[in-house]
């Protein structure tokens, strides 16, 4: 079992950047598949990137590709995802998730879910 907690959430202006942190419980970090997923008001949780056990493999989602970039240390067992030239439409709670599997990109593939962390983009 992994547990997860997010860090690095917050307010910041159209254009700026936010790096979230996802440190993970345990001494087996490196067997997950980790993800970041969001949620808005209102819409259902969402994808928006994901990266594979050893970190060779990342998906992005399309609103995302080229703004932001997901990594992970596993010596540190966290998971990273840097967000830049944010945008009001990013404006949502975002959470980190695990998957018992060596990649995964559906929600429904992850076992292990942090509280999640605001994320709000100011026009």
């Known amino acids: 079992q992994v547990q997860l907690v997010e860090s690095g959430g917050g307010l910041v202006q159209a254009g700026g950047s936010l790096r979230l942190s996802c440190a993970a419980s345990?001494?087996?970090?490196?067997?997950?598949?980790m993800g970041w997923f969001r949620q808005a008001p209102g819409k259902e949780r969402v994808i928006v990137a994901a990266v594979s056990r050893s970190g060779g493999i990342t998906y992005y989602a399309d609103s995302v590709k080229g703004r932001f970039t997901i990594s992970r240390d596993n010596v540190k067992n966290t998971v990273y995802l840097q967000m830049n030239s944010l945008k009001p439409e990013d404006t949502a709670v975002y959470y980190c998730?695990?998957?018992?599997?060596?990649?995964?990109?559906?929600?429904?593939?992850?076992?292990?879910w942090g509280q999640g962390t605001q994320v709000t983009v100011s026009s």
């Open positions: 345990g001494r087996t970090f490196s067997s997950y598949a």
């Open positions: 998730a695990a998957a018992m599997r060596g990649y995964a990109t559906m929600a429904g593939h992850y076992e292990y």
